[in-house]
Nanobody, 115 residues
Framework: QVQLVESGGGLVQPGGSLKLSCAASRNIIGIYIMGWYRQAPGKQRELVADITNGGITNYVDFVKGRFTISRENGKNMVYLQMSSLKPEDTAVYYC?????????WGQGTQVTVSS
């Protein structure tokens, strides 16, 4: 079992920045993917970005050039640096870990972009 804990959400003005963090409860070894998803009210959860154990990153089009996913293996951490935030980025952001066919999820952190 792995527990994931997100932090770093909050209220930010349009055009501002936030950095989300996700801490895994234990060292993750082998082949895995860690990702950030988000879910806005009334909408389905959607992928934002993910990163493999080999460091290969993937971004959905609506965040390319604005968000950066990164990891810190020795600390079992994954980050999402978000810049140029827009009101439509408002959502609960979830950290996800996929090992084989098993998915682990964090509890989510709220990001609100509003003036």
């Amino acid at each position: 079992q792995v527990q994931l804990v997100e932090s770093g959400g909050g209220l930010v003005q349009p055009g501002g920045s936030l950095k989300l963090s996700c801490a895994a409860s234990r060292n993750i070894i082998g082949i895995y993917i860690m990702g950030w998803y988000r879910q806005a009210p009334g909408k389905q959860r959607e992928l934002v970005a993910d990163i493999t154990n080999g460091g290969i990153t993937n971004y959905v089009d609506f965040v390319k050039g604005r968000f950066t996913i990164s990891r810190e293996n020795g600390k079992n951490m994954v980050y999402l640096q978000m810049s140029s935030l827009k009101p439509e980025d408002t959502a609960v952001y979830y950290c996800q870990l996929r090992i084989g066919k098993t998915d682990y999820w964090g509890q989510g952190t709220q990001v609100t972009v509003s003036s």
